[in-house]
């Protein structure tokens, strides 16, 4: 069936942000909702605690990704009555990963990263396309404005490649001070340029001891 | 009870009008080890006893958390009680995804007897052998329920289900009046006592009762062991020192009994 100009679907913009450290990971997105050329909400959240120590951030179509949200709230219950203990980010990623190739042949229309501690308390961060492709990386940006973030995050961060061997860790040894400042400077630059992220951008930090959450103002045109 | 030609089938009425398999499940309910529950207007409290089959093993679970306001204790079959469990939280996972707010526990109770009573009209099913004390708390305040194998289902301000069950409610018939105006605490003490009057003598330790609570603004858990330990010590130091100074115990008020809530 031809799909007629996206009615199922409509992209709200926005970019996300991930970068994982040794002991802390950061995941960041701008708040704008838009559609077309107009904007929605200035004031809208694209990222979700989805464990304890575990968060998601997205963009794309936000009705898919509430939807997809309360899908993972609702399977993280059932596992916490299960097995009496909170998925671990790694597990999480891989049940979103299923969750998400599940609706394969009427997809999500969500662009998501994970980011979180492992069980070793390193910091890590999990990068999606629409349909549950996943790879473990040290940083990712996912969005409209991810273009013009990941560039600078390659030449910043500079992540070893996983084919190498013996397998070198993609952490960066940033101290997490320096990775949100490294954040917001990379979100300022992503609002010069493209016309979909802008406003706010909510920074959370997960580390040994929680979830702190950040706002940073953006320009607003 | 009674071997007669009615009880092999649960769709064959006796001539007294009875279901006699029915009738069985509920005995089973009565082997279980003892559970009781009690409610104010804002707390409901649960406290089993715990059954280990022999010192080597652990003891079974006969508390479960169903969701953040409800969780239910169990006396009979406790593997059946398990598989409701799983089903009655679905129920409040389900509910929780549709409409964006916790299952009243009227509506769950509803469900799992309408679940038990089909159970009862069926020939190649048998009734669930366990009895459940559903404890929760929804907008319209604190409840216990209890659940039966035969599909009903009521509710009460205090009840005890499972073996030496009798003991813990004459205990709470004397005191249920004064309830709904007891704090967290107070609660929680009445229900271990309760919960010494099933063990008949044998002497009440932490490790041999499970407590749970859940309240306003505290979802439903488990008490920690040590926070029981004190509990008992603090009530058997005070028994102590009474009976050491002569003194009569302080006494309960001796009410002519009234209409007694807790039949069945």
């Known amino acids: ?65 509430k939807a997809l949200q309360k899908n993972l709230a609702a399977k993280h219950l059932i596992y916490q009555h299960q097995h009496n203990k909170q998925m671990s980010c790694p ?25 979180g501690l492992d069980s070793d308390g390193k910091g890590c961060v999990f990068t999606y396309d629409a349909v ?18 990941i560039p600078v995050l390659d030449n910043q961060l500079k992540s070893p490649s996983p084919l190498l061997l013996p397998a070198k860790d993609a952490v960066t040894p940033l101290l997490e001070m320096e990775a949100v400042d490294l954040v917001k400077d990379v979100f300022a630059s992503a609002t010069e340029r493209d016309i979909y992220t802008g406003d706010k951008v909510e920074i959370l930090v997960i580390n040994a001891s929680g979830i702190r959450q950040e706002l940073m103002e953006l320009r607003k045109d | 009870m009674f071997r007669n030609q009615y009880d092999t089938d649960v769709t064959t009425w006796s001539p007294a009008g009875r279901l006699f398999q029915v009738e069985y499940a509920m005995e089973a309910v009565k082997q279980g080890a003892a559970a009781v529950g009690l409610r104010s207007t804002s707390h409901v409290v649960l406290a089993t006893v715990n059954k280990a089959a022999s010192d080597l093993s652990s003891h079974q679970r006969k508390v479960f958390k169903i969701d953040d306001h409800i969780g239910v204790a169990i006396a009979g079959l ?19 995804f549709v409409y964006e707010s916790p299952l009243p526990v009227s509506r769950l109770v509803v469900r799992l007897a309408d679940k038990a ?130 003194q009569a115990p302080a006494q309960d008020d001796d009410k002519s009994s009234e209409a007694a809530p807790m039949d069945i």
């Not at chain 1, 609706?103 to 969500?110: E, I, N």
């Not at chain 1, 549950?132 to 973030?149: D, M, N, P, W």
């Not at chain 2, 406790?78 to 929780?96: F, K, Q, W």
């Open chain 1, 1 to 65: 069936m031809a799909l007629r100009g996206n009615w199922m679907y409509e992209n709200n913009g926005g970019t996300c942000v991930a970068i994982a450290g040794a002991d802390y990971c950061v995941i960041a997105a701008d708040t704008r909702l838009s559609v077309g050329y107009s904007i929605y909400t200035r004031d809208y959240s694209k990222i979700c605690k989805l464990a304890d120590k575990c968060v998601m951030a997205s963009s794309g179509f936000q009705g898919d990704l």
């Open chain 1, 91 to 115: 597990a999480m990623a891989q049940l979103l990963s299923n969750t998400l190739y599940y609706k394969r042949f009427f997809p999500y229309f969500t662009f998501n990263i994970l980011g």
């Open chain 1, 132 to 149: 549950g492709s996943y790879e473990r990386v040290g940083y990712s940006a996912q969005g409209t404005g991810a273009g013009l973030i």
């Open chain 2, 78 to 96: 406790t593997a059946d009680g398990r598989v409701l469990s799983r089903y009655l939280r679905n129920e409040c996972i389900n509910h929780a």
């Open chain 2, 117 to 246: 009573q089909v159970c009862t009209q069926r020939s190649w099913k048998r009734p669930y052998g366990v009895g459940l004390l559903v404890a929760g708390l929804d907008e319209t305040g604190a409840h216990l329920y209890y659940n039966c194998p035969s599909g009903n289902y009521f509710e009460y301000q205090a009840f005890a289900i499972g073996s030496r069950s009798q003991a813990a409610k004459t205990y709470m018939e004397r005191r249920f009046e004064a309830f709904n105006n007891y704090s967290r605490d107070e609660l929680i003490k009445d229900a271990i006592f309760a919960i010494r009057e099933t063990l008949q003598g044998e002497k009440l330790t932490s490790s041999i009762c499970t407590v749970a609570i859940v309240g306003i603004d505290e979802p439903f858990h488990v008490i920690d062991q040590k926070i029981i330990q004190e509990v008992i010590d603090s009530v058997e130091i005070k028994e102590d020192a009474a009976a050491a100074a002569d």
